[in-house]
């Protein structure tokens, strides 16, 4: 058994570099051609289709491949999917568009890079928005690799947008704060005081007192807007319940799309100026600042997955509505 | 006393918070600067604490040969291996001529982050993408109304949350299409199931904190 996952390991790594190293680079389908291979695949699953009213269900290997070549494929088609901007992400972007420059915004990074394809982007995106429009950012995490994701979005954003090397000064133009541990109590204490909780940064660790972005911002009454990107506990619903309630801050969030629906009662409350569900969200907030990124890219893939399951549960029940009354 | 002064702990904390809350003025507001600096501090320790155990666990299960014990050396190796990276990094940053932290970027501990960690990461987590595809071919059935319900809400959700649902049903007006029907289900089914579970739990939370402040729950303490 382990010998055959090996092969089909090396089977996938040999296919990984040839890709890598031999093919051509972009590789593009024309736009005939991704009609054909949606026909294709359309026909696929009016096989599948036909095999399991007959009672002959495919093996879960099969639905793994399909849902591979769902999420891989579209990677080489160039459909631009019409994008609508929900009240949700255009109520985060609101808040951010409304500051003046040298505004000064929290952003709290809580999640790892299990939740970072779906949350990446909405961070890459937001720090170019910032940067481009002399918005002062304070990142801090209360998870442990939150901040670092923080300082990969803000790599990536400077590998996009080279001018940023010159522009964007570290210390004046944003700060990151770091990790701390202890969950919501973190944020209790940084009402009354930052520099309780974070007495220098991590990047370069200078003495709080002696950052510039930093200077008169003492606890949450000194941030003019905040974001949270947040996959789970401690995350949104932390912040709501003690900064927002608490202490008034002004928050929009950033969640997975699994964690989305539980900040929705937040959002209807006017606890929260705006919400960035998903991938979706993350793409909507990609359009609506003009930043376009990965969450873009990513969404064609997303849709045909989304696509592959659907199909896959109307089949699955259409079969079982037959089986039934068969035995009736 | 193994048992009162944890007790008389919990309680004064308890109701120190608790008075802070509603009285945010000195001496009040003192206590509660104290409790949570001093539970940030813990809460660092515990840290330490869950990796120690983690090592602690593999360990054993590699002295005792159990199953998969190759995955616990794995581990620990891979503890081990990053641990010190980091320190390395660490400790040639600090004595550079351009001093730089262990997890800048171009550091050995940044690049084993992003070229092994992150795509573990996300791998893992990309899986359950195709254990729901599987699973929603073959147990995903209408059987009875609340199924129904479920399977309903999942299709117009998991439609109208990608741009593809309105492209479907670009042919109706607006208010008609996937979309809008995935934002009716968040923002008014959902929600009142969610404002239903929040009430429900903050309820369970004051009732349980009651009783732990007052001394009435002692689970906590173990044995009970």
């Keep these: 058994m382990l010998k055959k996952e090996l092969i089909v390991s090396a089977l996938i790594a040999?296919?990984?570099?040839?890709?890598?190293?031999?093919?051509?680079?972009?590789?593009?389908?024309s736009r005939t051609v991704s009609v054909i291979i949606i026909i294709l695949l359309a026909l696929l699953f009016f096989f599948i289709f036909i095999l399991t009213v007959k009672g002959k269900y495919i093996g879960r290997r099969v639905v793994f491949l399909l849902v591979g070549i769902a999420l891989l494929l579209p990677f080489f088609m160039q459909f631009t999917l019409p994008l609508q901007i929900s009240p949700e992400v255009r109520g985060a972007y609101d808040g951010l568009a409304s500051l003046k420059g040298g505004s000064k915004v929290l952003a709290s990074f809580d999640y790892d890079p299990a939740s970072a394809p779906e949350l990446q982007p909405m961070a890459e995106a937001f720090f170019k928005y910032c940067f481009d429009n002399d918005i002062k950012v304070i990142v801090m995490g209360l998870w442990p690799q939150g901040a670092q994701q923080a300082n990969l979005a803000v790599e990536a954003a400077m590998?996009?947008?080279?001018?940023?090397?010159?522009?964007?000064?570290?210390?004046?133009?944003?700060?990151?704060?770091g990790f701390q541990a202890g969950n919501e109590f973190v944020i209790v204490r940084m009402g009354e005081s930052f520099k309780a909780m974070f007495p220098r940064d991590i990047v370069k660790n200078l003495p709080y007192d002696s950052i510039p972005v930093l200077k008169n911002v003492r606890n949450f009454s000194n941030i003019d807007y905040s974001i949270n990107f947040s996959a789970g506990k401690p995350g949104t619903v932390e912040w709501v319940q003690v900064a927002v309630d608490r202490y008034n801050l002004n928050m929009a969030a950033g969640n997975t799309a699994v964690q989305a629906p539980m900040a929705y009662p937040y959002l209807k409350a006017k606890q929260l100026t705006g919400l960035m569900g998903g991938m979706s969200g993350g793409a909507e907030f990609e359009?609506?600042?003009?930043?376009?990124?990965?969450?873009?890219?990513?969404?064609?893939?997303?849709s045909f997955a989304h696509m592959v399951v659907i199909v896959l549960i109307l089949i699955g029940n259409f079969a079982f509505f037959r089986e039934r009354m068969r035995d009736k | 006393m193994r048992r009162e002064?944890?007790?008389?702990?919990?309680?004064?904390?308890?109701?120190?918070?608790?008075?802070?809350?509603?009285?945010?003025?000195?001496?009040?507001?003192?206590?509660?600067?104290?409790?949570?600096?001093?539970?940030?501090?813990?809460?660092?320790?515990?840290?330490?604490?869950?990796?120690?155990?983690?090592?602690?666990?593999?360990?054993?299960?590699?002295?005792?040969?159990?199953?998969?014990?190759p995955f616990a050396a794995?581990?620990?190796?891979?503890?081990?291996?990053?641990?010190?990276?980091?320190?390395?990094?660490?400790?040639?940053?600090?004595?550079?001529?351009?001093?730089?932290?262990?997890?800048?970027?171009?550091?050995?501990?940044?690049?084993?982050?992003?070229?092994?960690y992150m795509p573990l990461s996300a791998t893992m987590f990309a899986l359950l993408a195709f254990f729901v595809a599987s699973a929603s071919y073959r147990a995903f059935r209408a059987r009875n109304l609340e199924a129904t319900l479920l399977l309903l809400a999942a299709?117009?959700?998991?439609?109208g949350r990608v741009p593809i649902?309105?492209?479907?049903?670009?042919?109706?007006?607006?208010?008609?299409?996937?979309?809008?029907w995935a934002a009716w289900i968040m923002n008014v089914p959902n929600t009142a199931g969610q404002r239903a579970i929040m009430i429900g739990i903050a309820l369970g939370l004051v009732s349980t904190s009651l009783r732990i402040i007052l001394g009435l729950e002692r689970s906590y303490l173990g044995g009970e």
């Design chain 1, 159 to 177: 590998e996009e947008t080279p001018r940023y090397r010159d522009e964007i000064q570290y210390g004046e133009d944003w700060v990151n704060l």
């Design chain 2, 74 to 116: 794995l581990i620990i190796i891979s503890f081990l291996v990053m641990i010190s990276i980091g320190f390395i990094e660490g400790y040639r940053g600090i004595y550079a001529d351009q001093p730089f932290q262990f997890r800048d970027p171009g550091t050995a501990f940044d690049w084993m982050y992003v070229n092994v």
């Design chain 2, 165 to 180: 649902g309105d492209i479907i049903t670009s042919w109706l007006p607006y208010k008609y299409q996937m979309s809008q």
């Design chain 1, 14 to 29: 040999i296919a990984f570099l040839i890709a890598k190293f031999l093919l051509p680079k972009p590789i593009q389908f």
């Design chain 2, 155 to 159: 299709f117009f959700v998991m439609l």
């Design chain 2, 5 to 69: 002064i944890p007790i008389a702990i919990t309680f004064i904390v308890g109701l120190a918070y608790v008075i802070a809350y509603f009285i945010p003025h000195p001496p009040f507001n003192h206590f509660e600067t104290w409790f949570t600096d001093w539970f940030v501090i813990i809460a660092a320790f515990a840290i330490w604490l869950g990796a120690l155990n983690l090592l602690k666990i593999s360990a054993l299960k590699i002295a005792h040969k159990r199953s998969d014990w």
């Design chain 1, 287 to 302: 359009k609506i600042t003009g930043k376009f990124g990965k969450a873009t890219t990513y969404l064609l893939s997303q």
